[in-house]
């Protein structure tokens, strides 16, 4: 072999982090805040879909679906009637469910890594759950279906799960 020096291969992995030092004082870091505003993105796309379901997309919003679609085909309206559910029920869980979405997000911008590892698990059965949907039921992911909200799902996994992230939720944890 000739003298030269070959170049250290990288591994394809990562080793597992040394945990850093506890530190209350750490700043909130870009991956967090990213992950709880994504999170209220989520809870107001839901607030969104759940009005358009109650009070009906203008025509020009149903439009501009069926153009980001593909398609240009103007997508039917949901009702209340198609989830076979009462109006009553479809308010109360809009509402339960919004509530929610807002409280993890909070939580997740105050460091709460409780909250952090059940909005990954929920981002996670969430994104499971289209996929078997479109592998199975044959159903399409687009704009006027779950593209937005797989999309956040998606974009929230990857936040909350970055080394930054899980320090600065763990930043108060006594480790022994």
Do not use: H
Request: no cysteine; aromatic share 8%.
């Amino acid at each position: 072999m000739s003298g030269r020096r070959q170049p250290r291969k990288r591994a394809a992995f990562e080793p597992l982090a040394v945990p850093g030092e506890r530190n209350p004082r750490m700043r909130r870091p870009a991956a967090t805040v990213a992950g709880g505003v994504l999170v209220l993105m989520r809870a107001l796309s839901g607030a969104v879909w759940g009005a358009a379901v109650l009070f009906g997309l203008p025509s020009w919003l149903r439009a501009f679906a069926g153009f980001a679609n593909g398609d240009n085909t103007i997508p039917a309206e949901d009702t209340i009637e198609d989830l076979g559910l009462s109006t009553e029920t479809f308010i109360g869980v809009l509402i339960v469910v919004f509530l929610v979405q807002l409280v993890f997000g909070i939580l997740l911008l105050w460091g709460s890594n409780a909250a952090r590892v059940i909005v990954m698990i929920v981002s996670t059965i969430s994104i499971v759950a289209a996929f078997v949907s479109w592998w199975n039921v044959g159903d399409e992911i687009t704009v006027g279906t779950t593209l937005v909200t797989l999309a956040l799902d998606i974009l929230v996994l990857l936040a909350l799960s970055s080394r930054d992230a899980a320090a600065y939720a763990r930043r108060n944890e006594k480790r022994g």
